[in-house]
């Protein structure tokens, strides 16, 4: 009998997020959740992750990495579709259905992120420059613009595009970076999809381990 492939992430030594389930390995231990497999990580500091031998894993220095048998991946987006390709449960078995569960994990990344992103950058890396007040308006509103006709899409719908799917999970995930800034609030059909995700029983698996990690990490200081 062949023994089980071990699959290990990468995942913040020290997560700056607090363990609010807002780092990027979220999206991968959700994923396995989700599909039922089991995982372990690895703690990674600051540090070590610009170091030659986590480079050699992820080439930007970044968490997470998925590491199954001799395959070693880095993205979380790659890292999910891999997940969802290989175990049932995150991907429609229709073959169209499939292609548009997976047009919204790009979706989700290349479409509604950046500019939730680019409010994150400004907020907590360039809050002392001169042009902050001016420019922070304007990122708001690209992001209300996406969040629209996101809005729009989903409609009175419990998911994107009938069943919960890897395109959820991602666009969750997202969504959930906004929270602090109060305007995934002005959509509510958006901040009720999103309490739909973190209330599925595999989200809160995922959100217990990374906050059960943080809180083991702070005691120990």
């Known amino acids: 009998m062949t023994a089980p492939l071990s699959r290990i992430i990468t995942v913040f030594e020290r997560s700056p997020d607090r363990g609010n389930g807002l780092a990027r390995d979220m999206r991968v231990r959700w994923a396995l959740e989700e599909v039922g497999q089991p ?105 209300r613009d996406r969040l629209g006709e996101l809005s729009i899409r989903l409609g009175n719908a419990d998911w994107l595009d009938g069943a919960f799917s890897a395109g959820d999970l991602m666009m969750v995930t997202v969504l959930l970076r906004l929270r602090a800034s109060g305007l995934l609030d002005e959509y509510p059909n958006l901040a009720a999809y999103v309490a739909r995700g973190e209330a599925r029983p595999a989200y809160q698996r995922a959100f217990a381990a990374q906050l059960a990690l943080f809180t083991a990490q702070s005691s120990g200081n």
């Open 39 to 143: 995982y372990e990580v690895r703690l990674v500091s600051f540090g070590a992750m610009k170091e030659p031998t986590h480079r050699a894993l992820h080439p930007f220095g970044q968490i997470p990495t998925y590491e199954e048998g001799g395959l070693v991946l880095f993205e979380s987006g790659a890292i999910v579709f891999h997940i969802a390709e290989h175990h049932k449960g995150l991907l429609p078995d229709d073959p169209n259905a499939r292609a548009r569960a997976i047009t919204w994990m790009f979706a989700a990344v290349n479409t509604i992120e950046p500019p939730i992103i680019d409010l994150q950058t400004i907020r907590f890396q360039e809050r002392d420059q001169s042009w902050y007040e001016a420019r922070l308006p304007m990122v708001h509103d690209r992001i």
